[in-house]
């Protein structure tokens, strides 16, 4: 690690107090981040889900508002979140052999990034799929909820590396 400094937490304060991080001497920049995750949704349940015959409605179009407002709704849920002027929120959710693949994208321009909106959204839009196919599945697994980039304020560019393991 020459040249690095070390890894700090911060949202540690005095003797490992949680606290809010102080965003006054940060710039204003353009953040972005998108996430991801999966919901693995057994076959038959599946079937269900892509011809609209779940007994909730429409579980796709459900979970992506769910994402979006959830989005919105991060610093309600994670307690040293910053509320924020979120520019824009999009939940992808696209059908896949396995079930079902979750992307979440948030913008902003401000002095924190939008990583935990993202990652919320994911995890809403997910619950939200478990919640109205339940009654079909019981074997739902929610699964990989990661961020896959972010970009904006001091650490710049950060994006998953998703090319296969080497052996």
Do not use: F, W
Not at 43 to 63: D, H, M
Not at 127 to 149: F, G, P, S
């Amino acid at each position: 690690m020459a040249g690095r400094t070390k890894p700090e937490l911060s949202h540690l304060g005095e003797g490992g107090a949680a606290r809010m991080v102080d965003l006054r001497a940060k710039q204003d920049t353009d953040r972005e981040a998108v996430a991801a995750g999966d919901v693995r949704i057994a076959p038959q349940a599946l079937e269900l889900v892509r011809k609209g015959k779940t007994k909730k409605g429409n579980v796709i179009e459900t979970a992506r508002l769910a994402g979006i407002l959830a989005a919105k709704r991060t610093s309600d849920l994670i307690p040293l979140c910053h509320p924020l002027a979120i520019d824009y929120v999009d939940v992808d959710i696209r059908d896949h052999s396995t079930g079902l693949a979750i992307e979440a994208t948030v913008r902003s321009h401000g002095r924190t990034g939008v990583e935990m909106e993202a990652l919320t959204a994911v995890s809403v839009a997910a619950l939200t799929i478990y919640d109205m196919v339940k009654a079909a599945d019981k074997t739902m697994v929610i699964e990989n909820i990661r961020l896959m980039r972010k970009l904006g304020g001091k650490s710049g560019l950060y994006e998953r590396d998703t090319s296969p393991p080497r052996n």
